[in-house]
Structures are given as structure tokens and as C-alpha cells.
């Protein structure tokens, strides 16, 4: 009798273990699922079409922009004329100081990018046209803020009627830093105006090619 007693209550407390193993085990695999579940997404590029083209990088800014900052345009296209360079597969891309120089010759301010893109023999033409530009916060001249808000236009010339098919993309709005009341201090204007143009560069250039964005 006490045999008996004595077998089933180990074969209890043996269930019962197995039962914790099974509910531990269930939850090792749920915490090893946690871990191991990408933390990432990837995104589709706006515009992904321009591995193996001849691109011309076209920044256009206000006269008030270029007066306070002559380099701007020059400075915004050479950025992103290098990213896509290191980024989009096959792609060429006219250098942003030759384009300088023949806007630099004409005596219109404001070229059709079209002409610019057959003076060139370029197929596409990534049309940058900046309606805001700033580097302090309004009203609090000792604070910095980079602004820059901007259009982005894809002109593809590749058809064979020369037809230009148009391509309006999203616009792109950086603010450095993005968040908090007041802005940089105790920095330069120069230090701002870098970390502004890299942020810009950035989120125009990932237009044109898939890339991967934290999970939120």
C-alpha cells in the first residue's frame, strides 16, 4: 500500500516537473523569439530607377539663400552627388562643381533643368528646389536650429521621342535638432550648418535606393 502511495506521488511530482519544463521551456523559446525578431524594415526606394544612369544633380535656392550662403547650392549638390555615387549601383553622376561652373556662366538664375541635362548628356535630372533655408531659430539669434525644406522633381529623359516624364516626389523637411525649445548653443553656426546638410543629404539620397529603418 505505501508502495503504491509512494509511486504515484513521485509520478505527481513527475508530471508536474514536466509540465514546468514544458511552460519553461514555452517561454525560453517565446523570450529567444523576442530576441531574435528583426529590429528593422526595410524601405522601398521613392524613385528606383536610376542604377545606370547619367545623373545631373540640380539645386536650385532662393537669391537671399545664395547671398547669405554663396556655397549652398554648390555645397547641397556636391553632398548629394557623393551619396548617391556611394550608394545607387552603376550610377553616374556629372560632378556637382561642373554643374556649378556652367550655372555660374549663364545669365539666367533660373535654367531649365532639361537644357542643363542635355548640355551635359545627362538622362535624369534630380531637381532640388529649396523654399526654406535657415540656421537659427526665429526670433532667438543666439540659437541655432538647421532648417531646410525642400521639393524634389525627377526629370527622366530617356525616352526615345524625348519626351521628359516628370516626376514629383515627396518633400524633404529636416530640422537639426529636431526636437527641444531653443537649439544648439555653445557651438558654431559652422558645426550646425554640417550636421543640417548631412541629415538633408541623407533623406533626399534614400529616395533613390531601398534601405532599412528601426522597428518601431
Known amino acids: 500500500m505505501f508502495e503504491r502511495s509512494s509511486r504515484a506521488h513521485w509520478g505527481l511530482i513527475g508530471i508536474a516537473g514536466l509540465l514546468l519544463a514544458t511552460s519553461s521551456g514555452c517561454s525560453v523559446m517565446r523570450a529567444l523569439a523576442v530576441q531574435t525578431a528583426p529590429h528593422t524594415e526595410e524601405i522601398d526606394a521613392e524613385y528606383a530607377t536610376l542604377a545606370?544612369?547619367?545623373v545631373l544633380?540640380?539645386?536650385w535656392a532662393k537669391p537671399e539663400a545664395l547671398w547669405d550662403y554663396p556655397h549652398l547650392r554648390l555645397d547641397l549638390a556636391s553632398h548629394i552627388s557623393a551619396y548617391l555615387s556611394q550608394n545607387v549601383p552603376d550610377?553616374?553622376?556629372i560632378p556637382a562643381a561642373q554643374v556649378e561652373a556652367h550655372l555660374k556662366s549663364l545669365p539666367n538664375m533660373n535654367p531649365d533643368p532639361v537644357d542643363l541635362a542635355r548640355h551635359?548628356?545627362?538622362n535624369h535630372v534630380i531637381h532640388v528646389s529649396i523654399y526654406k533655408f535657415s540656421m537659427r531659430d526665429p526670433g532667438l539669434s543666439q540659437f541655432y536650429r538647421g532648417r531646410i525644406s525642400a521639393s524634389v522633381v525627377v526629370l527622366d529623359l530617356t525616352a526615345k521621342d524625348e519626351t521628359v516624364?516628370?516626376?514629383?516626389?515627396?518633400?524633404v523637411v529636416v530640422v537639426v535638432p529636431e526636437e527641444g525649445p531653443l537649439g544648439y548653443h555653445n557651438v558654431s553656426i559652422d558645426q550646425v550648418r554640417?550636421?543640417?546638410?548631412?541629415?538633408?543629404t541623407?533623406?533626399?539620397?534614400?529616395?533613390f535606393h531601398a534601405w532599412e529603418k528601426e522597428a518601431e
Open 165 to 171: 516624364r516628370r516626376v514629383p516626389l515627396e518633400d
Open 202 to 207: 541623407q533623406a533626399t539620397g534614400r529616395k
Open 120 to 122: 551635359f548628356h545627362a
Open 57 to 59: 544633380v540640380y539645386v
Open 52 to 54: 545606370g544612369k547619367k
Open 194 to 200: 554640417d550636421m543640417t546638410y548631412r541629415e538633408f
Open 91 to 93: 550610377v553616374e553622376v
